[in-house]
């Protein structure tokens, strides 16, 4: 579910190059090798007929909080209805853990306290918990070729200097994990047999922000890293950021890409890059045997994908 | 969480594990490193969270000689942050051999080697955002850096050692915000220790009694006291409590405010080097990191220890500003500013000499025949100092004729008649008022002469220039400004013996189970280098001596 998105994409492929199982690419669309069908990820009826025949689900759907929220209830309904539950593993958020900071393991409160896309990722969760056969992945910052905003859109802020070391502002931790990783933790996912359990999915000791942003602008040759002072972000959100977002009215209405046009940034983005969370992934670790990719050679990948024209 | 002692009740006895006096770069590290560390911590500051006149008053005291001494209230701040909030950010760590016992140098020897801070500079590079902990050309960069003098290598110094700049970094400002979020952090403004008490046989500190400006009293009781006030306040506190100790605490042997070093700068000569102008560089370069650096010519310790003088660096500089004969727009642009700069800054711009009309009419000729050239420095630093986060560090000036002065920056001598003590006046908490007597000695003149006549002979060897000057003026030049503003070293310097010490090895005060000092008041000597780096890493040593029990 979700398979052409840019998580969805790796699971297949990672599915598709295991020798057990064979993938069905479930999206709004069609494409890809593997094969694919269509559906209505918000309809329960849809995914009923989908589902038919299949032994696990993995639920990589994303979109606002309305659509979270309703593809939770479709999926879990449809399969509850099964006579044979199929395991699912749900891509949920550490989002869903809201304002939490310090050491958050997966028995913290989903607070989902932190906007509109917190609270549905911390409902959908709860939704995810009350089926049986559901084992839910919690991913930080999703990152590597293709990422749209933690590989793209930040390499292009960095490039442009408009991103850089934020001082106190960047002081928060970036969970980061390589999109590789996290498709590796469905596949193994898909067959533990912990369900009805999450799992946090991070790199052990993540960085700070300000510590990603350097060592991602040194892959990238973007340097050297820029102080970004109170009065620039200030700038960022209070000028650029409203005039990036006429420009992309502007691309919509004339039928451009806008994806071609200079990114904002948004204040949601320097919350984050403020908060001081750290999730534990002791857990996946033991419980699911899961390893990580070493963060120069992911950010490398990534960068790699970026300088060699990369957009996803 | 960050209080004030307005939160607390007149009469209120705070408790904690871990008491620390003072939240500037020693203190602010400290609690940073102690953050949820279990250990519950009370770090008192006697300021606010900005500057008050009040409160900066206390530092008020005198000075022996005002030729070779700032007031006692310049270049330190009573404020959270402490004088982080106004310092300049240059760093670079000890060399080896500042560590060492010199038979040449009178007093000399730490009770440790570098390896005992080598943990604790690269954290201490961070704290204060100067990046990597990369102190030459060949580690700080992954590509060749442009060389000072192109294909030069004088035999007597290197010129590969780097300084690296913090931004410079407001610990107040910077990371007040951790500080407010950590739980076993309370940090306590407009809290003065005025009394420091000990136990009847001397061996324990109980208590310590706070007050603030507007007579709100508490009390302080801790396992452990650190002092973290500065290298001039850390000993008047000392001093100044005598019910116990007759001399002082931690004083039995008359050590305690002597030893007082600051360091030994100065601009000399002019050096006229013979290469074309893109061979030689004198400014500043960025690492990846995005750290302004810049290189110096340092004198080899085998040099050192050979001549038998003390540690010595120097800088390619512009000429002397006040004197509008260097005819140059840029540097009359900044005696004409003279009045928007900063004391700290403006002293070794202006020396505080008074010009007459006539040199402010021929430095306002400068300008006026080079206005495009003062417009673009004007420029460059208004958007490259005054407007960035991460300033840039100092006045650069390329000279058009391949002329420089030499600025140098000395290691001074540990010296007993050197000294802070107290006064009969008292501050308006009823504390006594530091005089300072800071006195050099001839090894101190001798280190830098010394050193610039072997620059000299290798400029002269190496036929890569001239340098002209004045060796009977060097005396003169190395004091005109007074003590280096800003570094007060070795006022309760550290060793094994109490008989020529006041802390030993750890920090902690010879006779005193619990008291302990942070900062470069225990330095015994003072190497070439800027205090602040090492005075952090020695903190953040003593934290996790704090942490791990071992203090």
Redesign the interface.
Known sequence: MGAAGFIGRRVVAALSASDWAAAVAASRRTGGAADAVVVDATDEASLGAAFSGIDGIVNCVAGDGDTIRRNADAVFGAASRLNQPPRIVHLGSMAAYGSA??RVDETAPLLGDLDEYSKAKAAADVRALAYPAAVILRPGIVYGPQSPWWSDRIARLLMAHRL??L??RG?GYCNLVHVDDVARSVLLALRTPAAGQAFNVAMPSPPTWNEYF?RY??ALRA??????????LAVELRIVAPACKLLEIGARLAGARSAALPPPIRPWLLKLCAH?IILDVAKAQTVLGMQWMPLDAGLQSAADWFRGGGRT | MILDVTDFSDGHVLQSDVCIVGAGAAGIAMALELIDSGIDVLLLESGGLGAEPDAQALYQGTVQNEQLHSPPDRYRQRRFGGTTTIWGGRCMPFDPIDFEARDYVPHSGWPFGIEELSPFYPKANRLVEAGAFAYTAEEAFDRPSRPMIAGWSPAHYTSNTLERFSCPTDFGTRYGHKLRAASNIRVVLHANVTGLHLNAAGTHLDSLSVRSLKGRSLSVRASRYVLAAGGLENARLLLANRDVHAQGIGNPHDVLGRYYMCHIAGTVGALKIDRPLDDVWHGYDMTDDGIYVRRRLALRPEVQRASGIGNFIVRLHHPRITDPAHRNAILSLLFLAKLIIPYEYGKRLHGGESADLQTWFRHMGNVASGPLDAAAFAWHMFTQRALAARKFPSIIIKSKANLFSLDFHSEQQPNPQSRVSLTGDRDALGMPRLKVDWRYTSGDVDTVSRAIALLSGDINETKVGRLDYDASQLEMEMTRYGAYGGHHLGTARMGTDPRSSVVNARCRVHGIDNLFLAGAATFPTSSQANPTLTLIALALRLANDLKEGRA
């Not at chain 1, 340097?223 to 620039?232: E, Q, T």
């Open positions: 900071v310090g850089g070391d001082g106190a002081d350097q602008a040194r340097v050297p890293l820029r102080r970004i002072s109170a009065r620039r001081e």
